[in-house]
């Protein structure tokens, strides 16, 4: 098989696959809250199908990994935290100072639910696990959880958030990081503490 | 507006909306594994956008939440670890013994990875949340989760795995659970310890 257009044009790729993820979770959105007559559904049901045969007319084998582009930078855009081409991710947009600090802004809505109105618990720990293990980064190199400890002072309303992480200190491959979870009136909704490891190769 | 179809008559609606986002959350899947042509790739963009316009022709507004049934029972259709109608969702299907044990097997393909080929440790913490949070679930009520502690004692690798949680002791309205998550080969991945909290209108 040939190289995946991805790996050969990354700018082209992006610009193909970005628009058509954003329109998935437009739908993945609407699967949920539609109220669409019964005929509507039956026919835009049909056109996911047709969809779905389109893509999958050449398929990657197993999952899309961590690619690299020409110049050596990573391509996680199946990422399920960050990944372009990755319909469950919000996505997150992680900014990372130099000091190792994370900061993500981030809105979720109806498909994040967990109890009526508010973030699933797990989604909150999925967004934390992502940005305290950013700051663990080094040289664009991912780093394992260790240990990750949420927790929960108040309900996460649904609606625009921001992730905050930051190292409390750091021994040997390992980061001991912390951070929060600020609901949409700023207030702190999770508190978070982790341990993230870098494997012997990003050292 | 009148009510919601999915509440006037929930079987029905599940038999037109379950397979529709079945359909969905194979697209989802493709959208990160195509290597279709470009010409395929914006076909099949067309066609999920006329699919969202065709669905979000009357929506409800905010989020699904967690309807009743006729019956009184809970209809968690939006939830994202186990609603029938996010495509988000594996989803779980969460057994619960009387002695409140919860165990649930579930497949994660592509669109869960984090780490190359693993899954990512926000979603190992979804569904452990989700599962051991049903350990505390009393008369169908939602339990909120107070703490959550993972230990990630090694790789998740995409594929079949299995979550199982237990109730460790109740004190009160507090429920402490324990649990992990069993990768493909049976063993241990990640280890968890919750503390889960019901509501005042739960007890």
Known sequence: MSDPISVADPEHARALYEPLTQSVRRLVDLTIRSEADDDAVRRAHRLVDEAAALLGSRVAPGSFGIRSDAAGRPMPWGNVAIGVRNAIAPPLDVHRDSDGRATADL?????????PGQVHGGVCALVLDHVLGATAHHRHQTAFTGTLTIRYVRPTWLGAL????????????K??????????????????EGVFIRPRSAR
């Not at 921001?162 to 491959?173: L, N, Q, V």
């Open 107 to 115: 809105v979720l809505g109806a498909p994040y639910e967990g109890p």
């Open 175 to 192: 980061t001991y990081a912390v951070g929060h979870l600020l609901g949409p009136d700023g207030e702190v909704t999770a508190q978070a």
């Open 162 to 173: 921001r992730a905050e992480a930051w190292i409390d200190r750091e021994e040997g491959s």
